[in-house]
């Protein structure tokens, strides 16, 4: 609640996007936090932040935990700041505690998780991995033209530490906790999602050519009409979802028309899919019926179609030892769980190409996020931050 003030909308959301004043200002909360804890806190190249408590062994590799504080233009309080706050909440439990683990533990949150600024989504994260080229990330820029290294510098976050490397070595492991954002753990009535992996993710960006024509001289049977079209392909891309029941996803979220009149017959439109699946061979099929569908509307409405894909992300399975001591923490707690699949891209799924992995769910009310209503209950706040400490410690010895 105290990080939710710096943004705070009017709505009860948050809005603190990717290095903007709001976010160094958040971004100061939690470094004074992490020193207030007694960590020691390094940046990297990329404004990744990094927080870690020794462990009794000098050669051990970090335990880690994180996600990210920027969110949405009109984002909630606990998408992604949960993670790093329960992760601030473990250390601080095992200080109260006195307890020392043999390996360190760290918390990290990562730069431009949403991508609302900046493009590519979990840009920290994906950088870290290997999956960016960090000068690339740093060159990105804004709709204002601004450069991701030139707003790092600004705030006061473009560190030193090379991309991806971690004293003493990589993670032995690495944990996310985080509300679902969907409403199956609260339609269970369950406390806790033991998170198996991620859907695959393929996004496109689709072009209709029609021709642009008065709408009232042109008759209905002589247009090449690219709404028409359109429309016939996002009913498509529906259909071809729920083909592919229970895991398969499919979404138009952005249409631009051209002209935009009232009383022009459109003659392009581009418009965004977004298809998502558990196993690659459901992205492959799901792939295949849009072109085969798309080019038979395109052929029956004298209209040209061009496809191209723009974003890849490969579905995700998370390390079975880390989703073992996800579970082996729920079990010992006495919270009832569930095995679940994340619709979701997180921090950890680029995470998890370069260390162990798991993830923990918490139910949001109603499923609702990306949204100033977002919320979740205390209790099962309580509940995801212990399962986090348990699982750990379960690494973390």
Known sequence: MDLARIGATPKGGVRRI?????????RDL???????????????EVGNVFARRDGTDPAARAVATGSH?????????????????????????LNDHGIRTRAPIEVAFWTNEEGTRFTPVMMGSGAFAGVFDTARILGEQDLAGLAVGDELERIGYRGTQACGEVPGGMFAAYFEAHIE?????EAQ?????????????????VTVTGM?????????????????????MVEAVNRIALAEAPDGRGTVGFVQVTPNSRNVVPGEVRFSVDFRHAQQAGLDRMDAAMRREFAA?????????????VVKFDPCAFDAACVGSVRRAAEALGLPCMDIVSGAGHD??????????GMIFVPCKDGISHNEIEDALPEHIAAGANVLLHAMLDRAA
């Open 348 to 357: 950890a799924v680029y995470v998890a190409r370069v260390a162990p992995t």
């Open 181 to 185: 954002q969907g409403p199956v753990l």
């Open 69 to 93: 504080i920027d969110t949405q233009p009109s984002g909630g309080k606990f998408d992604g700041n949960f993670g790093v706050l329960a992760g601030l909440e473990v250390v601080r439990t």
């Open 297 to 309: 509307i395109a052929d029956a409405g004298r209209l040209q179609v061009a496809i191209a894909q």
């Open 18 to 26: 990717a290095l903007t004043d709001e976010d160094r200002q958040g």
């Open 189 to 205: 009535g369950l406390p806790i999602g033991v998170v198996q992996g991620a859907l695959g993710q393929q996004w496109y960006d």
């Open 212 to 232: 642009d024509a008065h709408a009232g001289p042109t008759p209905m049977g002589l247009r090449h009409d690219a709404m028409l079209g359109t429309a016939r």
């Open 30 to 44: 939690v470094l004074r936090w992490f020193h207030e804890a007694g960590m020691a806190v390094r940046i990297d």
